[in-house]
T-cell receptor, first 114, second 117 residues
Framework: DGGITQSPKYLFRKEGQNVTLSCEQN?????MYWYRQDPGQGLRLIYY???????QKGDIAEGYSVSREKKESFPLTVTSAQKNPTAFYLC?????????????FGPGTRLTVT | AQSVTQPDIHITVSEGASLELRCNYS??????LFWYVQSPGQGLQLLLK??????LVQGIKGFEAEFKRSQSSFNLRKPSVHWSDAAEYFC???????????????FGKGTKLSVIP
């Protein structure tokens, strides 16, 4: 089945450690995205990538880094510089469909930093 | 600045009752509008979208939404709610077109729907 895979579903880290969240898609979508979700805040864009080896900062990129070495993969690293890393992280990819781009979301990774 | 407002943080309805979730946007050009649904601890699923044409759009799971340019609204409706509809619902609008295969969505803060049996 085609889709977006995020692993792990739950992740625990100590403060001061970097951590990398995985996102893989087999939908053959060109564009991929990372969002952060906090209770009552909706979704906020961290980074997005239109093509391999290219990515742009979103609204809240500070303390995060990404890479896009393969079309299928868009890992997100939460660095120790991120002041409040505990959140639910969602990966998405998009495709042109019926006159508009549609975003499809993965199941998410809940990161807890103590 | 462009924005999306969902005025209701939490709505409770009885099973079988009708539902309307409100969404207002602030955007200068013709918007692309979306409604997504999220079950607890899960990703988002696209319910429906509007970008042009008929202002009443049909989606999955029996949902529909109506685009009203004069009111800058894109409200989500369902005639009869089922217990399985309990979830959080997000309205979203395109913020900027940034090239082929990509665009940026701005999300509202969500409306949590509870369903009473």
């Amino acid at each position: 089945d085609g889709g977006i895979t995020q692993s792990p579903k739950y992740l625990f880290r100590k403060e001061g450690q970097n951590v990398t969240l995985s996102c893989e898609q087999n939908l053959n979508h060109d564009a991929m995205y990372w969002y952060r979700q906090d209770p009552g805040q909706g979704l906020r864009l961290i980074y997005y990538s239109q093509i391999v080896n290219d990515f742009q900062k979103g609204d809240i990129a500070e303390g995060y880094s990404v890479s896009r070495e393969k079309k299928e993969s868009f890992p997100l690293t939460v660095t120790s510089a991120q002041k409040n890393p505990t959140a639910f992280y969602l990966c998405a990819s998009s495709i042109w469909a019926g006159g508009v781009y549609e975003q499809y979301f993965g199941p998410g990774t809940r990161l807890t930093v103590t | 600045a462009q924005s999306v407002t969902q005025p209701d943080i939490h709505i409770t309805v009885s099973e079988g009752a009708s539902l309307e979730l409100r969404c207002n946007y602030s955007y200068g050009a013709t918007p692309y509008l979306f409604w997504y649904v999220q079950s607890p601890g899960q990703g988002l699923q696209l319910l429906l979208k509007y970008f042009s044409g008929d202002t009443l759009v049909q989606g999955i799971k029996g949902f529909e939404a109506e685009f009203k340019r004069s009111q800058s609204s894109f409200n989500l409706r369902k005639p009869s709610v089922h217990w399985s509809d309990a979830a959080e619902y997000f309205c979203a609008v395109v913020l900027a077109y940034s090239g082929a295969g990509s665009y940026q969505l701005t999300f509202g803060k969500g409306t949590k729907l509870s369903v009473i049996p």
